[in-house]
């Protein structure tokens, strides 16, 4: 792998999730605001590798493997710790963390280049924001001194309306994979159709 500026921000990014998801499960109040930084410097990673790429011409396979995989250690890390805090159901995260699991697989053993899908990304920006409301909320929470304010805040964060965000960003994973997984099939089919034309 080419060592360049893109790929030291996604290697960043890999190196940032671990250490995000043990302060966010820290119990100290100080540690978890630094662990909600340090989320943002790594979604900042993901925007800067892709416009450093693009901007100097250095748009590199490993990097494109990588880039999508730093993407799930973050959001993943983020996932499971919301799970232990009980702020999303487990089975979703299960999903979710399967899904990544089988794409990765994929990847790996595709033949071809992989190339990340505009859907793929939608959902990615998505479960971003998601995660980026719920720190926010962690975030004020902790800072607030008036106790109906937290009290509000967690009943916010533990609402029906977390559940069913969830839910619908499930579901959405999911899709991604089968459209992945459609596309993979269609592409078979197409070259196979080639080679028979061709004999």
């Known amino acids: 792998m ?5 790929n030291i921000l996604t290697i960043i990014r890999l190196v940032l999730a671990p250490v995000f998801y043990y302060l966010l499960l820290s119990e100290d109040i100080y540690l978890q605001q630094i662990s909600i930084v340090l989320f943002l410097i790594a979604s900042g990673t993901d925007y800067y590798d892709g416009y450093f790429a693009r901007k100097y011409g250095i748009v590199t396979s490993a990097g494109k493997f990588l880039d999508p995989l730093a993407d799930k250690f973050l959001t993943i890390a983020a996932f499971i710790a919301f799970a232990v805090m009980n702020l999303v159901p487990l ?11 089988v794409a990765t697989f994929l990847r790996i053993y595709k033949e071809e280049e ?37 009290q509000t805040l967690n009943n916010i964060l533990t609402s029906h309306f977390i559940y069913y965000l969830m839910f619908i960003l499930t579901f959405i ?16 089919n197409v070259l196979g159709k080639e080679e028979n034309e061709k004999v």
């Not at 979703?92 to 699991?101: A, H």
């Not at 859907?119 to 109906?148: G, H, P, R």
Request: charged share 15%; proline share 1%.
């Open 173 to 188: 994973t999911l899709l991604t994979l089968i459209e992945y997984i459609r596309s993979i099939f269609i592409k078979k």
């Open 2 to 6: 080419k060592i360049n500026l893109p």
């Open 114 to 150: 992989f190339q990340t899908s505009y859907f793929a990304k939608i959902k990615t920006s998505l479960q971003m924001i998601f995660i980026a409301f719920i720190l926010l909320a962690i975030f004020i929470k902790n800072i607030v001194t008036n106790i109906q304010t937290k």
């Open 91 to 101: 089975w979703m995260v299960i999903i979710i963390i399967l899904r990544d699991l």
